[in-house]
């Protein structure tokens, strides 16, 4: 089963670190490109060179995990206790040192278009969307990105796990907006989701039932293209208040899945790849056929909407490879695919399954585990 290190060389340890550091080593880590792990180990590397390093204030630590080369620890532990300081006083001293001989890159110039927009579709259910989208979404929140994440499936499956409340049917929805049949601001709708080292970066747009109506309306709607280009119609007054938009689209190649398509083209004065759709698929047959039929799609609406819209890649969800041939075989099929890339292959861990199950995003309730590591891979590479 894959996994974010090889137990043959590295080793995981356990530290406590005030909040604000362990975020400013997300967010560093994530401008730079570079896997925390890494750039921890480069800070222990570093700090068993220097001498009389500042202390560091660590009241209030919680807990922090990590994985350090085989060997790299116990070094540690030692030079620690000639030092005479604590290990979590070790850690948070190298963590310290790697951030200030990595400062933060230029900001780039302000974007013109607005919210970077990421979709994660693909018509067949079960593929874990839903999973993707906020796991992707909540670690671009942890790098500092001011980030909404959007219900956009009747379903609701994304609003009902992580532990909120879908709109009424009644009351204002994004398909309302989207229909121009509801009053108010649809910035009113949102809602601030809370934990982790997310908190203060990270919203929902809750998912309303209403939404099973939303295609039959489109294509019944008088004005030109109102299919294609309701959502950003709708979305527009958000953007400039995000970095990045994310969006769990329905198992559907319907209108709804139109507008969400057009909505991530590439705009104008905007680089490629800015802006895109994510597809989450499974190593098996079935995804393959899935995504046959999203790339028709995809390709019919360039080419009567004469617009550019990036594939950013796949990722490959619940992958085990004790599953034996069809998992592995379905993999390398995915890698040699080629563009789009595989951006990540997500482990078969009980991680995600228990954090629906208590409600909880994956970044609070598993935040050192194999798969929100692998949330945040894909979110540096989307981000880049």
């Known amino acids: 089963m894959t996994v974010p290190y090889d137990p043959s060389d590295r080793e995981k340890v356990v530290a406590k670190l005030p909040a604000e550091l362990r975020k400013e080593l997300k967010v560093r880590a994530a401008e730079l490109g570079k896997d925390i792990q890494d750039a921890v180990a480069e800070g222990v590397e570093a700090w068993r060179q220097a001498q009389n390093r500042p202390v560091v204030d660590t009241a209030g630590g919680t807990s922090f995990a990590t994985y350090l080369p085989a060997g790299l620890y116990g070094k540690l532990k030692k030079d620690c206790k000639a030092r005479s300081i604590s290990y979590n006083q070790g850690i948070a001293q190298s963590i310290r040192l790697w951030l200030d001989d990595n400062p933060s890159p230029r900001p780039r110039p302000a974007r013109v278009t607005g919210a970077r927009r990421i979709i994660f579709g693909n018509q067949k259910g079960g593929v874990g969307k839903t999973s993707v989208s906020a796991g992707v979404a909540q670690a671009l929140a942890e790098s500092g990105h001011r980030t909404l994440l959007i219900d956009f499936d009747p379903q609701g499956h994304l609003t009902k796990q992580?532990?909120?409340?879908?709109?009424?049917?009644?009351?204002?929805?994004?398909?309302?907006?989207?229909?121009?049949?509801?009053?108010?601001?649809?910035?009113?709708?949102?809602?601030?989701?809370?934990?982790?080292?997310?908190?203060?970066?990270?919203?929902?747009?809750?998912?309303?039932?209403?939404?099973?109506?939303?295609?039959?309306?489109?294509?019944?709607?008088?004005a030109v293209r109102i299919k294609e280009t309701a959502l950003e119609k709708a979305l527009e007054p958000l953007e400039q208040d995000f970095d990045y938009i994310v969006v769990d689209c329905p198992p559907s190649l319907g209108y709804s899945m139109d507008t969400a398509l057009y909505y991530c083209r590439t705009r104008e004065g905007e680089e490629p790849g800015t802006s895109g759709i994510v597809v989450p698929v499974l190593a098996e047959d079935s995804s393959a056929d899935a995504y046959d039929m999203l790339y028709d799609q995809v390709q019919d609406l360039i080419k009567d909407m004469d617009v550019d819209i990036d594939l950013l890649g796949f990722v490959v969800n619940m992958y085990d490879?004790?599953?034996?041939?069809?998992?592995?075989?379905?993999?390398?099929?995915?890698?040699?695919?080629?563009?789009?890339?595989?951006?990540?292959?997500?482990?078969?861990?009980?991680?995600?399954?228990?954090?629906?199950?208590?409600?909880?995003?994956?970044?609070?309730?598993?935040?050192?585990?194999?798969?929100?590591?692998?949330?945040?891979?894909?979110?540096?590479?989307?981000?880049?």
């Open 162 to 222: 992580l532990g909120y409340p879908m709109l009424d049917i009644n009351e204002a929805s994004l398909a309302k907006h989207m229909l121009k049949e509801a009053k108010g601001e649809l910035s009113e709708l949102l809602v601030p989701i809370k934990g982790g080292d997310f908190e203060n970066h990270l919203w929902l747009l809750p998912a309303c039932k209403d939404a099973f109506l939303l295609d039959a309306k489109l294509a019944t709607a008088k």
């Open 321 to 384: 490879s004790r599953k034996g041939y069809v998992a592995t075989s379905s993999l390398d099929e995915w890698h040699n695919i080629g563009e789009p890339p595989v951006l990540a292959v997500v482990p078969e861990l009980k991680d995600q399954r228990e954090a629906v199950r208590v409600k909880k995003p994956l970044l609070v309730h598993a935040p050192y585990g194999g798969q929100a590591d692998v949330m945040r891979t894909v979110a540096r590479r989307i981000s880049a």
